[in-house]
């Protein structure tokens, strides 16, 4: 420590671990990160209006009380099985007995049976009594089960029942549009929605390598307060910085999170007011007024407002100016802003940020 | 009353000196200890530094296993690519009555594939028969540029939604690519020109 | 020399203190003035930020006084103006008087003073018309950073020519972290500079830069300074030597190393592993804390500092304890539920205050009380020193005021973000009321230092023309006088 080269090389280098773990492998990670999502779609740059709204965004220093990033909760999984393995016994292995002695799943195989009996009976050297014996006892099924229930067993059970089987087995006939679209969508869940990654990661994969069923697995918010009260549909990614000019995620959360503001301001009047005063309409807020974005002129006596002025409106649905006695009109600035803010949106699920359900999807708590 | 430090510079010490006290070696090992702790709890953790591992997920395993399957995204591809032949074949694949043949149920869709992968690829005039319905109108070879991954998923999405075929895949749209070089046919197909190549048209 | 002849004696310079002091003069007075005149700016226009935080209407019909701009141009006046111009000043010093040589190059360090503060100036007219890069804790346009390092490499230069001009010496542990500060400014903000502002790298790789950024400059550049000048006065003040060479390694090390990784929010967007090794490095960084605090810990055995009569040590032994609650914060960081939990509330905000102003502000207080009076050749004091308590007085307490609504109150917050509580607002506003007391008090600390200073030069300026000269040969007349 006492040659003075070896400490600027120490620095340096201690210098550079940081800088290779914090800033080369992040923004090398990220700037190869691709604008395809995989289902023929991509994400794409903004344009226009909402590209030059960033920079009125960043100029006026908004992300100093506004973050842009919803933050991960916790959720858990859904396991929801569309289509039943062929082998019964190891399937209700997997998915234990709490699911397997449901009506439905029992049904399903049936229906299963009852497929693999009618081509049984169709082919060579068929064994009619067989064939009946099993028909019979598909028919023991068909009692005491709701239609609904019915369609999702057919559904699961990946066979086609024609006609007057049908009928026999408690289908109705002629299906409706309805209920083909029942059949097809049917979803039959072997998990609760709460139980985590490692708890079902076996199951998962035993469905699916051994016993051949078809699933989907479904997120379901469970403690995930920015998409249970705060208005985001899902966790930020980096992807979703992808073609910011500046990304400016915030730091502090004043005001709410503005990841998912464009999904809930679809009123641009609304927005407008907001920002030249959001104390307007009496509403309670510590957001300074922007008035500067806003053309402010005042109003001629009875003068009518024109269809681009900012109004808000009163107990009794009435529009006024939202700057009583005067006209308020927005800027460039004021437009391109609110079209950037109603740019921001996460509701659309990303191949590594899907969007989880949530069981009561609450409105954001704060006034928007 | 001031408080006047005369003589500053006499009164000050000499500049610091650093002691030789030794550091006890405990807090390297401890250090060495935690430091290993914390490398095995973040490769636990870290998801192998994989770029699509969000909080809160734990694992690429996890990222793919919601995931789309192979075969939901071709039938995605395949949507959007039907984007170009809804205006004449509609959104719902029923063609227009007595001008522009269904795609539902129809007996040139169903089958084998390499026929209808045959008519994106050059196009179908002339007088033909849909599920008994005539029809004599003109496609153009709308998949003339598209690639075999296009075809194959435009075709997926057809199959699947309204003939309850199961999916086509590249390799079977080249087949029928090669065929068509086979022939030797240049243009649009006819009826009698598709028999020709070897692609067996439905009556 | 053999370990004994240096392991008590104090190093016998080359030159004479008086010297080297007197070589420092004009370039490190400047600097402090200078920071002297940005603290003030610096807390004025965050007292009016602030103030629009609470009467939302106050002067809202400039554009330029947005309250996004404030912020930005107060954080840009305290880091770069204040804190870069007393910790060049004060690096200046110190190395000259670690390495026993006068200050080499003056004429570089006012050069470059000049090229620094027309930066900075440069960035707070940018930001007030709307310049600001849009990263929080950075803010600096292209056109300010390259004056700015430009300005440093200035300082740098002559700081390096001095370090060089003698060797063969044992080096003492703030040299080292002088140097690592001198040599990680250029990187940091060249980094920001580059990839941020001058070319930007795409969005999504801007996240991990601005953190690197913001978290060095705080941990690296000002930590570094600020500890080099307790590690400093601490010992000379008390006469004792430091405890540990090895300890002061340990740390000087380990803060270089785990600097630019800590306090990494949690509900970054970025991938797991990125937030994951923010975590583990924030877990290691509680050895940063046990090496800088057990050393001053073991050198001050005995001697109370924030009790001691000396300002100096009072300053030092407050930066002391502000550095260390701001490095157990950062190690509690690892602990994901109570960084997710206080990571979009008031808290960091507060601790970053904290730490500007509770440790190295403080630092530099204390600092600029030992040095600025002794660069002046003879009997120079502070015009009243009591009034130079104050400013150790108010920034103390305004610290701890911070302190406390910013990592108290703001739980309240967090828990409203949590639960979803409809009372969010009032919760987050809390915390701010009580810290807008806190930087009044800054505020008022900044005029009296500012004050002092002016007092200081005014008082002493011009050598033997200067006031008190005067003044002294007046009395010294009046007593010969009387006694014939």
């Not at chain 1, 076996?202 to 379901?220: E, I, M, S, T």
Request: proline share 5%.
């Amino acid at each position: 420590m006492n040659k003075s080269p070896w400490i600027f090389l120490g620095v340096l280098f201690a210098l550079s671990l940081s800088w290779w773990g914090m800033v080369f492998g992040p923004a090398s990670q990220a700037n190869a990160a691709k604008a395809d999502l995989g289902d023929g779609t991509s994400l794409h740059p903004r344009s226009g209006l909402a590209q030059q709204g960033e920079q009125i965004y960043r100029e006026n220093g908004c992300y100093y009380c506004h973050t842009r990033m919803a933050t991960g909760g916790t959720f858990g999984y859904e396991i929801q099985i569309t289509q039943l393995g062929a082998d019964k016994d190891l399937t209700r292995e997997i998915i234990g007995e709490e699911y397997a002695g449901n009506k439905i799943f029992e049904k399903a195989y049936a229906f299963q049976a009852v497929a693999a009996a009618q081509e049984a009976a169709t082919a060579e050297g068929a064994d009619v009594e067989a064939t009946k014996a099993t028909l019979e006892q598909a028919k023991a099924y068909a009692n005491a089960i709701e239609t609904e229930d019915a369609l999702i067993a057919l559904g699961i059970s990946g066979v086609t029942i024609e006609g007057d089987l049908a009928g026999e087995l408690g289908l109705p006939i002629e299906m409706s549009e309805a209920d083909k679209s029942s059949v097809a969508d049917a979803t039959f869940a072997v998990s609760e929605g709460i139980e985590q990654w490692d708890e079902i990661k076996d199951r998962v994969r035993a469905l699916k390598d051994r016993a051949g069923a078809q699933f989907k697995l479904l997120p379901v918010a469970d403690n995930w307060p920015d998409v249970e009260y705060w208005g985001a549909r899902r966790q930020s990614v980096t992807r979703d910085f992808l073609y910011d000019v500046h990304a400016m995620p915030g730091v502090m959360r004043v005001g709410p999170d503005l990841s998912n503001v464009g999904a809930r301001q679809l009123d641009l009047n609304a927005l407008y007011a907001k920002i030249y005063n959001s104390q307007a309409g009496g509403q309670s807020s510590h957001m300074p007024p922007y008035k500067y974005l806003f053309n402010v002129r005042s109003a001629k006596e009875g003068e009518e407002l024109p269809a681009n002025a900012v109004t808000v409106s009163t107990g009794d649905g009435v529009k006024q100016s939202v700057e009583p006695d005067f006209v308020v009109t927005p800027t460039h600035k004021a437009r391109a802003l609110a079209a950037y803010l109603q740019s921001l949106r996460n509701d659309k699920g990303l191949p590594e940020a899907p969007l989880p359900a949530v069981r009561e999807i609450s409105n954001p708590k704060e006034g928007e | 009353m001031e408080e006047k430090h005369s003589n500053l510079n006499l009164k000050e010490h000499g500049e610091p000196a650093a002691g030789n006290s030794q550091m006890p070696v405990s807090i390297m090992v401890v250090l060495t200890l935690l430091g290993y702790i914390g490398c095995y709890k973040v490769d636990e953790l870290n998801a192998n530094f994989a770029a699509n591992v969000h909080a809160p997920f734990g694992s690429p395993a996890e990222v793919a296993s919601l995931a789309p399957s192979e075969a939901e995204l071709i039938f995605g591809k395949g949507k959007q690519i039907y984007a170009n032949c809804q205006g004449c074949h509609q959104p719902n694949g029923g063609g227009t009555p007595g001008q522009i043949p269904p795609l539902v149920n129809s007996s040139w869709v169903k089958g084998d594939p390499k026929l209808a992968a045959a008519i994106v690829l050059n196009g179908l005039q002339g007088p033909i028969a849909v599920n008994g319905t005539p029809y004599n109108g003109a496609m153009t070879a709308v998949g003339a540029a598209w690639s075999d991954e296009e075809i194959a998923a435009v075709l997926t999405y057809i199959r699947q939604s309204w003939n309850g075929e199961e999916l086509v895949t590249a390799e079977q749209v080249a087949e029928a690519r090669t065929m068509i070089k086979d022939s030797g046919h240049l243009g649009t197909w006819n009826k009698a020109s598709l028999d020709a190549a070897g692609f067996a048209t439905p009556e | 020399m053999s370990e004994e002849e240096t392991h008590n004696a104090p190093l016998a310079p080359e030159a004479k203190p008086e010297e080297i002091n007197a070589s420092c003069r004009g370039p490190v007075l400047f600097l402090f003035f200078s920071a002297a005149l940005w603290a003030v700016q610096a807390t004025g226009v965050g007292l009016l930020g602030s103030l629009k935080m609470h009467v939302p209407g106050f002067l809202a019909d400039f554009s330029h006084l947005t309250y996004g701009r404030l912020q930005a141009n107060a954080w840009v006046a305290f880091l770069y103006g204040f804190a870069g111009n007393a910790g060049m000043g004060l690096t200046l010093w110190m190395l000259s008087r670690l390495r026993g040589m006068p200050l080499a190059k003056p004429g570089f360090v006012l050069a470059g003073a000049f090229l620094w503060n027309s930066g900075v100036t440069a960035a707070m007219v940018g930001i007030t018309m709307g310049d600001q890069p849009g990263v929080a804790g950075y803010e600096l346009p292209a056109y300010a950073s390259r004056v700015l390092l430009i300005g440093q490499a200035f300082i740098a230069f002559s700081a390096i020519i001095t370090y060089f001009s003698r060797r063969h010496q044992q080096l003492y542990p703030s040299s080292w972290f002088l140097i690592a500060a001198l040599v990680a400014f250029p990187w940091i903000v060249g980094t920001a500079h580059w990839l941020l502002v001058e070319t930007p790298v795409r969005g999504a790789a801007q996240i991990p830069v601005a953190h690197w950024t913001v978290t060095s400059l705080q941990q690296i550049w000002l930590g570094c300074m600020g500890l080099a000048a307790i590690l400093y006065f601490i010992p000379k003040i008390t006469g004792r030597e430091l405890y540990s060479r090895q300890w002061a390694a340990f740390g000087f090390w380990m803060l270089l190393i785990l600097g630019g990784w800590v306090n990494l929010n949690s509900g970054s967007p970025l991938p797991v592993w990125s937030i994951k090794l923010s975590q583990y490095a924030s877990a290691l960084f509680i050895f940063v804390l046990i090496a800088i605090g057990w050393n001053l810990r073991q050198t001050a055995k005995g001697v109370p500092l924030l009790g001691s009569s000396d300002l100096t040590l009072q300053c030092m032994g407050f930066a002391l304890g502000a550095w260390l609650i701001t490095a157990l914060f950062t190690f509690g960081n690892f602990y994901s539920d109570w960084n997710g939990l206080l990571q979009f509330t008031y808290a960091g905000t507060a601790m970053r205050q904290f730490f500007a102003w509770g440790f190295f502000a403080m630092a530099m207080f204390g600092a600029v009380y030992y040095v600025a009076p002794r660069l002046f050749s003879g009997e120079v004091d502070w015009a009243c020193s009591g009034t130079y308590k104050w400013i150790f007085r108010l920034t103390a307490i305004g610290a701890v005021v911070i302190l406390l609504a910013g990592l108290g109150m703001s739980y309240g917050h967090g828990h409203a973000l949590q639960d979803g509580s409809a009372e969010v607002m009032k919760k987050a506003l809390m915390p701010m009321r009580i810290a807008f007391l806190g930087e009044i008090l800054f505020f008022l600390s900044s005029l009296i230092f500012l004050g002092s200073m002016a007092c200081l030069l005014f008082r002493n300026c011009c050598g033997e023309c200067s006031p008190m000269a005067l003044i002294r040969k007046c009395r010294a007349a009046e007593a010969e006088g009387g006694a014939e």
